[in-house]
């Protein structure tokens, strides 16, 4: 038997496996770092994580990615190139973090790795009759693996596409092993630059639970303060959006996307909400004027708007859910605000701190989960192939050497 399939059949049989999970999201600000200490798997899988980091983006990484990102059009030798690169900086980063955390590569069972979205496009984005889901992530596995000494489960969305899924959003794989309950309903709320949800009925009937992306978190927000505000990257404590008026007409048509009237499961991304958005929205209701201030509250109201449909609408039959939210969005003041006043019958909005994980870190344990399946669990059935939520395993393998 080759050394590596034997490393993995013992790491796949021990009582606890030590998981490094990985993400890097549309916002770009950083590489998620999250050690886990894993053991059991299916619905009896425990999560203690022993350390979390997230490793800030310099500006050269973001102004290499974002030349291809979500673009229909870019340089593919720079595409071509940044496949190795980013596979090889995540490596590094990861060995940046174990250093710090005085842990040894060799006590490492695998790196879970998300990979850096580039482009995604479900069919009812690209409307191509002669193409299925598609979705891009860079940053090869192959790369971290050299670059750590470590192995690597990587590229977890295409197996998602070809049995059936739109690629996204995975969260709800971990979600449903992880934060089920008996005692209540939960939605699972992430807002990161694009926010997403999973509705977790209290009977942790598999057939009931859903997921789904729910439109623009911080995306469009982020890129406007980009743009007009740098070199800030995002509205900090809601200061900018504080300071403006909402627009009514701007808002209302901002509203208008037929993304929002697919039902779920349905995902998006910035290839859809993004500058070029706002600015048709801007010119179809004269509103091109408007101060940064203003656009900004507008903005911050439309996330939350349509976050609040989607809480309500997961909610409408139930006697009573609980929200838990994670991602960067939680630390918009204003955009809490907002939801929290537009879902009457929530009392609060928790996050997932009250559930025993850090709601900045909630993605990359995701991943480490999805790693522990792939290494020693198996397919979780969901039984009704409506909820776009394929039984699946997923996750490709790449060894060190
Ligand atoms: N103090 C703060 N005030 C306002 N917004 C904040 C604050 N801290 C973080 N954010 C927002 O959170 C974003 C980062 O969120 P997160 O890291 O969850 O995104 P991501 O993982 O890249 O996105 P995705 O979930 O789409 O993959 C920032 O770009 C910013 O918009
Ligand atoms: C293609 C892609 O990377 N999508 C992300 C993004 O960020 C949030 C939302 O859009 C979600 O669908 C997904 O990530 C999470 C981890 C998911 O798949 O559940």
Redesign the pocket.
């Known amino acids: 038997m080759h050394q590596h399939i034997l490393q993995l059949y013992n790491s796949a049989k021990k009582q606890q496996r030590l998981i490094i999970g990985l ?8 590489l ?1 770092v999250a050690l886990c200490k894993v053991s059991g798997h299916g619905m009896n899988t425990q999560i203690d994580v022993l350390a979390f980091d ?1 490793v800030d983006y310099d500006d050269d990484y973001k102004q290499k990615i974002k030349t291809v990102f979500a673009k229909r059009e870019c340089d593919l030798e720079l595409v071509t190139l940044l496949h190795p690169w980013v596979g090889q900086l995540h490596g590094k980063m990861v060995l940046q973090c174990l250093a710090k955390w005085e842990v040894a590569a060799a006590d490492i069972d695998v790196i879970a790795s998300h990979g850096q ?1 580039i482009y995604h496009c479900p069919k009812s984005q690209h409307n191509q009759s002669d193409f299925n889901h598609g979705t891009l992530q860079i940053g090869d596995s192959d790369h971290l693996a050299v670059t750590t000494g470590i192995t690597t489960i990587g590229d977890f969305r295409q197996k998602h596409i070809a049995a059936g899924g739109e690629g996204a959003p995975l969260a709800v794989y971990g979600d449903y092993l992880f934060f089920s309950s008996l005692t209540e309903n939960r939605i699972l709320l ?5 926010a ?1 949800l999973t509705f977790l009925p209290q009977s942790a009937d598999a057939s009931a639970v859903f997921s789904s992306d729910i439109g623009p ?3 469009i ?2 890129a406007y303060i980009q743009r007009y505000f740098a070199p800030l ?6 200061l900018i959006a504080n300071q403006g008026q909402i627009n009514q007409p701007l808002l209302d048509e901002l509203c208008q996307d037929e993304f929002f009237n697919l039902d779920f499961p349905k995902t998006t991304g910035p290839e859809v909400f993004n500058l070029a958005y706002l600015h048709q929205a801007q010119t179809t209701t004269n509103t091109l004027q408007l101060s940064h201030e203003d656009v900004m509250a507008t903005l911050n109201r439309f996330s939350a708007m349509m976050i609040a449909q989607a809480i309500n609408q997961c909610s409408e039959k139930l006697a009573d859910v609980t929200v838990y939210a ?4 939680i ?3 204003l ?1 809490m605000k907002h939801i929290l006043s537009l879902c009457p019958q929530l009392h609060e909005i928790k996050n997932t701190h009250a559930l025993g994980i850090d709601p ?1 870190a909630k ?1 990359a344990v995701l991943f480490a989960i999805l790693a522990n399946e792939c290494l020693a669990g198996g397919q979780q059935r969901f039984g009704n192939q409506a909820q776009g939520i394929p039984t699946i395993t997923m996750g490709k393998v790449s060894f060190a050497d």
Request: aromatic share 2%; hydrophobic share 15%; charged share 20%.
């Open positions: 993400m890097s999201g549309t916002s770009l600000d950083g998620d997230t979205t992430n807002m990161g630059g694009i997403n978190g911080n995306t927000m982020d990257h995002y509205d900090k404590d809601s994670s991602g960067g969005g630390h918009n003041p955009l900045d993605e």
